[in-house]
C-alpha cells in the first residue's frame, strides 16, 4: 500500500513539474516560435526579447493621415490652412527624399593628391569652369565636373571634356532634396475628403494622400 502511495506522489510531482515548466516557456513566447532543428531560427533568446518588445511598441503607435510630398516649405504651409479651415489640425514634417537620380561626371580618382592637382592645373590653364577635387571618402583626388538632373546635359560635358583630352567618367547618383508632408491622427473626428484631395492636387499635381506612423 505505502509503495502505491508513493508511487502517486512522484507521478503528481512530476505532472506538476512539467507543467509549470511549460508555463514557463509559454510566458517566455520563445517555445510557440523557435524550432532548434531549424537552423534559420537560432537566434540569441536577448534577440528575441528584443524584436517582441520593439513589434509591441510599433503595433501600438498611432496612425496618421499624410499629405506630400510638397517640395517648398510654403507650398505645405498653404495646404495646411486649407486643412485648419476644415478643422484638421495637421503636424508639418521635413523629410529627405532620395528617390530622384542624377548624373555625376567624375575625372577618376587619381593614386596621389599631386597628380589630382595636375587635372586642376590642366583645367584652369583650359578655362575650364564648374569643377572641384575630392579630397576624402571613396572617391578621394577624383575630379568632380559638375552633377546633372538629365542625362542629355551629362553627356555633353562628357563629351566637352573629351574634345580637351580627358577621360572623363558618368556616375548614376542620388540627388537628395528637402520635401514636407502634413500629418494628422487617421482617427481624428475631421478629416479629408476626396474633393478636397483633388482641389489641392489641382495646385500641386505630385502629392497624395498615405498612411504611415505618426512622427
Known sequence: MKLIIYF???CNLGFAAW???????????????????????????????QQQKKSKTTSGGKLCYSLGPFTKKSESEKA??????????????????????????ILPASETRKEANKHIR??????VNDYFLVATGPHENAVSLGVYS???LARRRVDEMIRLGFVPRLESVALPRKVYWLNWYKDSKNQLGEIM??????????ISKIERSCK
Open 8 to 10: 502517486l506522489l512522484i
Open 80 to 105: 495646411q490652412v486649407l486643412l485648419k479651415a476644415k478643422n484638421i489640425e495637421s503636424k508639418q514634417i521635413r523629410l529627405r527624399d532620395t528617390s530622384r537620380s542624377g548624373y555625376w561626371v
Open 197 to 206: 484631395i483633388a482641389n489641392i492636387k489641382m495646385q500641386y499635381p505630385q
Open 19 to 49: 507543467h509549470f515548466r511549460g508555463l514557463d516557456m509559454r510566458e517566455d513566447g520563445v517555445a510557440d516560435v523557435l524550432d532548434i532543428n531549424n537552423e534559420n531560427q537560432l537566434i540569441l533568446l536577448s534577440e528575441f526579447q
Open 122 to 127: 590642366r583645367l584652369k590653364k583650359l578655362k
Open 150 to 152: 538629365q542625362k542629355k
